[in-house]
């Protein structure tokens, strides 16, 4: 069975840092592009980024460049959200969340929520 | 940025009805890579459709998708109490990937 489980949500304040985890079980890791898609409250989806199996491509939402750093270890089955300079319009549930073939998202983990307040 | 569109905001139906849910594209979607999600209350979203008109696993067969170009649509055949929720529409053709706003299909 498929299983993310992200870690690392707090409440942190503006201008500070986070970094998300989320361990894949189930799987082989190592064979699939990872997301990370974030939720406001009350709001839609928003990707934020995502990972190539080998972690040499990289893609972001232009509103995280800059700011957010997606990295994953194949050796631990893990992929991580280093989120720098946070503001409140970052505050969200952080979804980890594995691709299909196509760059849709396929599994889902439960989400991690992180605040960003004063 | 391709901008995804949905319609209706909120669709209201009664169980045992036809749903039909918009999503449309402001330029082309490459190769027609849309997917179609529903997500529950306090739940993590779930892939219903992929490549437009392609069924994930585990997605019953009321569930149908079709379009391509800029125009796309979900249609569940007859409503069943489990499907009230919100979905939202996706592309994956061009980066960066982008949701559509959701549509709430809510029960009459």
């Known amino acids: 069975e498929v299983q993310l489980v992200e870690s690392g949500g707090r409440l942190v304040q503006p201008g500070g840092s986070l970094r998300l985890s989320c361990t894949a079980s189930?799987?082989?890791?190592?064979?699939?592009?990872m997301s990370w898609v974030r939720q406001a409250p009350g709001k839609g989806l928003e990707w934020v980024a995502n990972?190539?199996?080998?972690?040499?491509?990289?893609f972001y939402v232009d509103s995280v460049k800059g700011r957010f750093t997606i990295s994953r270890d194949n050796a631990k089955n893990s992929l991580y959200l280093q989120m720098n300079s946070l503001g409140v319009e970052d505050t969200a549930v952080y979804y980890c969340a594995r691709d299909g073939y196509g760059g849709y998202q396929v599994y889902w983990g439960q989400g991690s929520l992180v605040t960003v307040s004063s | 940025e391709i901008v995804l569109t949905q319609s209706p905001g909120t669709l209201s139906l009664s169980p045992g009805e036809r749903a039909t849910l918009s999503c449309r594209a402001s330029?082309?979607?490459?190769?027609?890579?849309l997917a179609w999600y529903q997500q529950k209350p306090g739940q993590a979203p779930r892939l219903l459709m992929y490549?437009?008109?392609r069924w994930a696993t585990g997605t019953p067969d009321r569930f149908s998708g079709s379009g391509s170009g800029t125009d796309f649509t979900l249609t569940i055949s007859r409503v069943e109490p489990e499907d009230f929720a919100v979905y939202y529409c996706q592309q994956y053709g061009s980066s960066p990937i982008t949701f559509g706003q959701g549509t709430r299909l809510e029960m009459k």
């Open positions: 330029q082309s979607v490459s190769s027609g890579y």
């Open positions: 990972i190539k199996q080998d972690g040499d491509k990289k």
């Open positions: 189930g799987f082989s890791f190592s064979n699939f592009w």
């Open positions: 490549d437009a008109s």
